[in-house]
């Protein structure tokens, strides 16, 4: 009942014109349960989930609209990556990484390549949000230090919800903490520095009308790598990035 009255709650909001970038209910969800340092308290959440429920519901029936601006749709797809994959980590746990949770043929049977999702009549999986909804449709590398696959070498999970009016603020802060944090990204000898392997994988999405990865991380890097610098990539760790007990 509880759950059928905050579900309708955000409809109502909806109808009024609002909720189409309301997203204050995930919002307290990720400010309860999830650190400074992007760490979730699964366990919390498990057993007391009722509003994150409702919110999963208002995604669900609350799609972009053609009327919606880009910020607005792309906050909307960061936002219901990160909240459905906290959802595939919490109808399986515990698990000690997300990566346990499916089969190991990636595009066919991983945790990424699982319909659960179901927005405005369409089936997803989080594989189709990344790189249909987000990736497909706005040209921004920073996507990729603003949705979190829930591990240890992931870009935190950020606890506060994205918002269309503060988004180009909230990726800008996302870049710079990602880049700047040595347990991702170690540039203590920018003559051989060590990075993400995100920054590999989706090379193609940071070399984009001229730009270059090292650009990207000299952007927001307290230390500069220069130009030409041999790139390493660290070994990724997919723990799951839960917060300790």
């Given amino acids: 009942m509880k759950k059928a009255i905050l579900t309708s709650s955000l409809l109502i909001l909806c109808l009024l014109g609002r909720a189409q970038i309301n997203h204050i209910t995930w919002d307290g969800i990720l400010k309860k349960f999830v650190d400074q340092k992007g760490d979730v308290n699964y366990t919390g959440l498990k057993n007391d989930r009722m509003q994150f429920d409702a919110y999963l519901d208002f995604l669900k029936n609350n799609h972009p609209k053609a009327s919606w601006t880009p910020n607005e749709a792309k906050a909307y797809w960061i936002n219901a990556y990160n909240a459905f994959t906290v959802q595939i980590v919490l109808d399986n746990y515990p698990v000690k990484s997300i990566k346990d ?25 989080l594989n189709d949000i990344e790189h249909k909804k987000l990736r497909g449709q706005f040209d921004d590398p920073r996507i990729h230090v603003a949705v979190n696959c829930a591990s240890f070498s992931c870009p935190k999970l950020r606890n506060e919800a994205y918002l269309a009016d503060k988004l ?16 991702k990204n170690d540039l203590s000898n920018p003559l051989k520095p060590k990075i993400s392997e995100i920054f590999n994988w989706y090379a193609g999405d940071f070399e984009k009308d001229g730009n270059t990865v090292i650009a990207f991380i000299n952007k927001y890097g307290n230390k500069k790598i220069p130009t030409n610098t041999k790139l390493f990539y660290m070994e990724y760790n997919w723990s799951l990035n839960e917060m300790k007990k």
């Fill in 101 to 125: 949770i499916g089969g190991i043929i990636y595009k066919v049977n991983t945790t990424w390549d699982v319909s659960f999702i179901k927005i405005n009549g369409e089936e997803l999986t």
């Fill in 168 to 183: 180009e603020s909230q990726l800008d802060d996302q870049a710079f903490a990602f880049v700047n944090n040595p347990l």
